[in-house]
């Protein structure tokens, strides 16, 4: 495909990802005032974002499985239709039970959306050339985080909540027209489809219950209480059945022979400790600028606006530099050193930072972001079975997500005992007039209008969700450590330049070679004089191919002792499949 073609293909999917992104975030100023017209409690509050999170991490790896089995173009457009449906029906919610409902169903088009975007683009770019396209997801993703909550404020005051859900829905109608226009993928071949269940179902039900139990402990019930014992060990037996399926099963969800592939492993590790980092840093420096500094939500957004230019920048600029010059592992290298410097640099946040040096710490960590979100698909992309692609690319994400959705609620649950303790201790200071004013103001448990309280008691609030969000930075930095150390062992191999597609063709064409009779394929080898005819480009030596094109190479011969590439043999072989 031309870069034009490209660019075209890639307009329906980036589109698609910015309404996702859009709803997601477009929702979070308003969700207060939401929950509070539906006459909700902070038990809904909670289940409105943990049932979306919860629906598209359970929801992505069942996606990229089904994108090995049927047609992508058609799933993906699936995807935002579930997704477009579920945005109409909460807008018109009228209990926070619907609402939950409903963006359950959001949540489930969300992970479709997530998954196969990035599928897709394997399918219509190689490897190689994949850097400089993956700048432009990440660019949507810092548009649509940033720009999310800045129209949410004016769309609430000017229109009402409803219309937050509304307004992605003309955005996602565009989306399915383009793709259906732009994007032109090979049919799927027929063949008897097997879908796995029983993995799927064990799987859900075992990630829900953890999640669930990592969101309510320490709200609900206490974090070593029988319920927590009983929700955990639930979760362990139905994952550990989970795995004991996937081992027989002939199309799992999961393949676990996946995990023998070192740099798939060791990206699943590193993603799921950037899914800390990227939800995290969202999450509680939203809180830090609206509870430690007194900022609207509005104000909250464009102060957070740092950290996504950093991620912006980083990503558009090092993956055209990947694409130029085919180097990954540095890059990632310094990525990962980034992200543990931002971390280490947000923990000493307080309530008086100076508000430059948060910007300069939230721009240090968005560059080391930006330098290992796509890249860590990438690297997955290129050393996985083609005909795992779909799953492999998928997994990555829910691991991710997984990481981000555990993450946040574990960290949030500390803030909050932090938070807490700090106010406690701070009220006792006070004067007796004070005390009291503070006990009627914090007494409900409820996160405080920090404008609204007098100003002894604000500065006390303050601080403790200084002190809070700093602390919670500083139980990242292990994490963030173990994403750098992951990144480090990653193997440096050579990045394909042959695309999904590609590498599909030809694995068709080596199969099809392998069934003909050796007597039939004696004159083809005997007419590769022909071939010769052509102009070369060069040979191409074992460091050159990636471990995808190396694994088709050696299914051809049958024998792990390869055609070795600069033979005669080798190179006649490599120019009929480049024509």
Do not use: C
Request: aromatic share 6%; hydrophobic share 55%.
């Amino acid at each position: 495909m031309t870069h034009k073609q490209v660019l075209e293909s890639l307009s329906g999917l980036l589109l698609g990802m910015f309404v996702s992104i859009l709803a997601g975030t477009v929702v979070s100023t308003s969700l207060p005032l939401i929950i509070s017209d539906l006459d909700g409690n902070q038990s809904a509050y909670t289940w409105v974002v943990t049932g979306t999170l919860l629906a598209t991490t359970v929801s992505t790896p069942l996606w990229g499985k089904f994108a090995d089995l049927f047609n992508r173009k058609l799933l993906i457009q699936l995807a935002l239709g579930v997704f477009v449906l579920g945005s109409a029906l909460a807008g018109f919610s009228q209990d926070t039970n619907t609402l939950i409902v409903f963006r359950v169903l959001q949540g489930l088009g969300a992970g479709g959306l997530a998954a196969l975007s990035q599928i897709i683009m394997a399918d219509i770019i190689s490897p190689r050339d994949r850097g400089k396209y993956a700048g432009l997801f990440g660019a949507v993703m810092a548009v649509g985080t940033v720009g999310g909550p800045l129209l949410g404020g004016v769309v609430t005051d000017a229109f009402g909540w409803r219309w937050n859900f509304f307004i992605a829905l003309p955005v996602a109608v565009a989306a399915i027209i383009l793709l259906q226009l732009t994007l032109h993928l090979p049919k799927h071949a027929k063949r008897k489809v097997h879908i796995d269940y029983l993995g799927a179902v064990l799987i859900a039900g075992g990630v829900s219950l953890l999640m669930i139990w990592v969101t309510l402990a320490g709200n609900q019930f206490g974090w070593a209480s029988l319920a927590s014992f009983l929700m955990v060990a639930g979760s362990a037996v139905l994952l550990a059945a989970a795995v004991l399926v996937e081992f027989k099963s002939p199309e799992p969800i999961i393949p676990l022979s996946m995990f023998k592939n070192r740099t798939f492993t060791l990206a699943v590790v590193a993603s799921i400790s950037v899914g800390v980092s990227m939800f995290g840093t969202s999450v509680f420096l939203a809180q830090y600028m609206q509870l430690a500094r007194g900022a609207t939500p509005t104000q909250s957004g464009l102060l957070t606006i740092p950290m996504m230019a950093g991620l912006l920048i980083a990503s558009t600029l090092f993956g055209t530099i990947i694409s130029r010059t085919g180097k990954w592992k540095a890059i990632m290298i310094s990525g990962g050193v980034l992200t543990v410097a931002g971390t280490l640099l947000l923990s000493t946040l307080a309530y008086d930072t100076n508000l430059v040096l948060v910007g300069i710490y939230m721009a240090v960590l968005g560059a080391g972001l930006g330098m290992l979100m796509q890249n860590l698909v990438l690297v997955v992309q290129n050393s996985i079975e083609v005909k795992n692609l779909g799953v492999a690319t998928s997994a990555v994400t829910f691991f991710r997500s997984l990481g981000g959705t555990v993450g946040v609620s574990v960290l949030g649950s500390v803030l909050g005992t932090i938070v807490s303790s700090h106010i406690k201790d701070g009220i006792t200071a006070l004067a007796p007039a004070d005390q009291a004013a503070a006990a009627a103001a914090l007494g409900s448990g409820t996160i405080p209008k920090v404008s609204q309280l007098p100003d002894a008691i604000a500065v006390l609030v303050e601080s403790a969700y200084g002190v809070g969000v700093g602390s919670v930075f500083l139980y990242s930095v292990p994490l963030a450590v173990i994403t750098l150390i992951a990144v480090i062992f990653l193997p440096n191999a050579k990045l394909g330049q042959q695309n999904a597609v590609q590498l599909k063709n030809a694995a068709s064409t080596q199969a099809s070679a392998a069934e003909t009779p050796a007597a039939v394929q004696v004159p083809a080898a005997a007419a590769a004089p022909e071939a010769d005819a052509a102009p070369r480009k060069g040979p191409r030596h074992r460091a050159d191919v990636s471990p995808a094109e190396l694994a088709l190479a050696e299914a051809a011969t049958g024998a792990v002792a390869l055609v070795d590439p600069i033979s005669p043999v080798g190179m006649a072989q490599e120019e009929t499949s480049s024509k």
